[in-house]
């Protein structure tokens, strides 16, 4: 049974940090590029940060470019997002999302989780 479980929301304050956790089962997770995605209201899902099979690093948006980490723990099943200097816009559900793809056109596995919500406010 596939599980993906996010962890580590909650209430920050602005200049603030937060480590999200996104613990993972069901699947051999070292085949798996694992992303995080946020989606406030109101908004669309857009994507933060991928970790890569290879450990290669790619984050989107340039607003938390410098200030958001994602790195993961094959041994622990485990993808982590830390967050830094925290912002009012980063408020949002993030969802952690693994990824098999096959090639080009032959179709891909996806796996999400629930996510956890991630509130920046004074």
């Known amino acids: 049974q596939v599980q993906i479980v996010e962890s580590g929301g909650g209430l920050v304050q602005p200049g603030g940090s937060l480590t999200l956790s996104c613990a993972v089962s069901?699947?051999?997770?070292?085949?798996?590029?694992m992303s995080w995605y946020r989606q406030a209201p109101g908004k669309e899902r857009e994507l933060v940060a991928t970790?890569?099979?290879?450990?290669?690093?790619?984050t989107y948006l340039d607003p938390v470019k410098g200030r958001f980490t994602i790195s993961r723990d094959n041994a622990k099943n485990t993808v982590y997002l830390q967050m830094n200097n925290l912002k009012p816009d980063a408020t949002a559900v993030y969802l952690c999302?693994?990824?098999?793809?096959?090639?080009?056109?032959?179709?891909?596995?996806?796996?999400w989780g629930q996510g956890t919500q991630v509130t920046v406010s004074s």
């Open positions: 970790i890569t099979t290879g450990g290669t690093t790619l």
């Open positions: 999302r693994a990824r098999r793809s096959y090639g080009l056109g032959l179709g891909a596995d996806l796996y």
């Open positions: 069901g699947f051999t997770f070292s085949n798996y590029d």
